[in-house]
Structures are given as structure tokens and as C-alpha cells.
């Protein structure tokens, strides 16, 4: 058989494409249901510290334990679609929690918002899922700038581009105000404008 020939090369090739493309084939299916599992666990996860709720064991089945004995979660629907809202209704604890995103800088952000019953202050925000630079903007999951959200109230009387301000302000002192990532302007606009479109969204819906 002439190995130069372009039969022998094209036959060749489509044999590498077919022997890798089923190992990788075989691979992501043997493993779904396992990248299933810590989806739902990592989700889990940040779904209870954006509410606050302590889980006694590090286990998949306490997080689930934890998310049913404490939140009740439902769907509903908006101006584009469906939104997954949480409520807590332990005594002294209530609070409403709502998934939001955006477009960051790169790719898209995803998180919850957790609220008071009334609406009137950010008692947390975390993120499930951000692609933002290392060092820069995917410095939004460190402690000392999601703390910042923790009481943070939102001036449902201002332009709703600055019911919530990160970043620099006519008033620095404004109260519904945290500072942005240093070296990561894009990414703090970006989540600012999300975070605020979300929010009048958040208002408007009808939730019981």
C-alpha cells in the first residue's frame, strides 16, 4: 500500500478521528452522571452560604437535607422567561433569594441575590459560575468584595442603573455603594449594570 497515496492519508485520518472521537465519546458519558453530581452539590454549596445556613457535614446529601429543610424553591415567571426564587421562613431568618446574571467582561456570570422579605437591603450575593480573568475580575468570588454586599441597602429611589453602585459615586459616601475590583473596571461596570437591570426585574415579578 503507497502510505503517500491520498487514499492511505485520508483513510488514516478518518481512523485517528473515529478511535479519539469514541474514547472522548466514552469518556464524558462514563463520567456525566459524576460531573452531575458535583453540579449539584457545588450549587447546593452556594446556595446555603448565600443564605447563611450552616451544614454540619461536608456530604452531597446534607446539602440536599439542608436546602429542604430550610428553603422553599419554585419557579416563576417574568417579562423573558422563568426565575428560580428561594424563601427562607426560619423565625428571625426570613429571606427571599433569586438566581440573576449577566454578561461579565469575557462570558457570562451567574449567581443568587439574597434579599430581605421586603426587598429593601442585600443580605448576600454569591456566584455559581464566572470565567473572568484570574487575579482580576474573577476576583469578584473573594471574601472582602461579596462582604461588601452583606446589609447593603438598594436605593429603589435612584436611576435604576444606580440602585446599586460599584465603583465610584458623585457620593462616596452613598450608602448603597461598595468599591470596585482594582484592575478590574470592565467586570465591575458589567456586574453593576446586570446586578441593577436584574434587580428591577426582581421587583416586578409576583411572588407570594
Known sequence: MN?????YVLGFTGALCVVFGLGIS????STLEMLQR???????RVILRAFMIDVPEETPQAYEDAIRRHLEISKVKDGEGTR???RRRDRGNEAI???FGGMGFWDRIDGIVVLTSDLRRILSIEFFDQKET???GARIEERWFLDQFKG??????AAPKERVIIGPSADPNAAHRVDA???ATQTSMALMRFLNSELERIRTLEID
Do not use: C, Q
Open 152 to 157: 447593603l441597602p438598594v436605593a429603589w429611589d
Open 38 to 44: 458535583n453540579e449539584a452539590l457545588h450549587r447546593n
Open 3 to 7: 502510505k503517500r497515496s491520498m487514499g
Open 97 to 99: 433569594g433569586f438566581d
Open 84 to 86: 428560580t426564587v428561594y
Open 181 to 183: 475590583i482594582t484592575g
Open 26 to 29: 466514552v469518556v464524558h458519558y
Open 134 to 136: 484570574p487575579g482580576l
